[in-house]
């Protein structure tokens, strides 16, 4: 059965800051989602990771993956306010016909002033 | 073009009455996915389907939920006699055949008083 494990899971930090948010998971997988969700809204795709050493940039917000470790990371620069919201990573199994995502328990993150 | 399509937004049922959640996918995405999250969790994997077939329902709970994509019309996730414990939020997500990336809707808040 595939995991997804998210560290921390609660993310205070100050404005200005750099952090990074860990998502390990279980069994083999080469696709590897990373979603923010608001209070009380959907999920918002943020990347989506393909391939073993890929890595994607988008404003103060960069995601990596590594397959053989398992491992995905979203490392946060210079921290805002805006980016104050839940992130959830997910992975897709490789096994079967499976497509479904499997979702870690998210991180929140609070940006404070 | 629209996106993923859930209605209703809110849903508030008695408990032992029956909620019917409906799941317009984007155009031309013929896979659907139904996930829920409880307050303060990740979301979890309850069913995936394709038109008039249901491909893997893994996640779903064994009495009073059941799920349908008929070939005309929305997807339906339908729980009957509902408790408290489905309270929750029902998110639907639909992807192409590649399945490299599932989009997801609004949600439904179920309530159940």
């Known amino acids: 059965e595939l995991k997804v494990e998210q560290n921390p899971l609660f993310l205070s930090m100050q404005e200005g800051k750099n952090y990074t948010i860990y998502c390990n998971y279980s069994?083999?997988?080469?696709?590897l989602y990373w979603y923010r969700q608001d209070p009380g809204k959907s999920l918002e795709s943020l990347f989506v990771?393909?391939?073993?050493?890929a890595v994607k940039q988008e404003g103060r917000l960069m995601a990596s993956l590594d397959t053989k470790a398992r491992l995905s990371t979203l490392h946060i620069t210079a921290a805002v306010h805006d980016l104050s919201a839940t992130y959830f990573c997910?992975?897709?199994?490789?096994?079967?016909?499976?497509?479904?995502?499997?979702f870690g328990s998210g991180t929140q993150l609070t940006v404070l002033p | 073009n629209a996106g993923v399509m859930q209605n209703p937004r809110h849903l508030v049922r008695r408990r032992g009455q029956e909620a019917r959640l409906r799941c317009s996918p984007m155009?031309?995405?013929?896979?659907v996915y139904w996930y829920r999250q409880l307050p303060e969790e990740g979301l979890k994997f309850m069913v995936y389907?394709?038109?008039?077939?249901?491909?893997?329902e893994s996640g779903m709970p064994k009495e009073r939920f059941s799920a349908e994509f008929p070939k005309e019309g929305p997807s339906i996730l339908r729980i009957q006699q509902v408790v408290r414990g489905d309270s929750a939020a029902y998110f639907c997500?639909?992807?192409?055949?590649?399945?490299?990336?599932?989009?997801f809707g609004q949600g439904t808040r179920l309530t159940v008083v």
């Open positions: 997500a639909s992807s192409d055949q590649t399945a490299t990336e599932a989009f």
């Open positions: 990771l393909l391939s073993n050493g």
């Open positions: 997910a992975v897709v199994s490789n096994s079967g016909s499976a497509r479904q995502l499997t």
């Open positions: 069994t083999t997988s080469d696709r």
């Open positions: 155009k031309g995405h013929s896979h």
């Open positions: 389907l394709q038109k008039e077939n249901i491909i893997d």
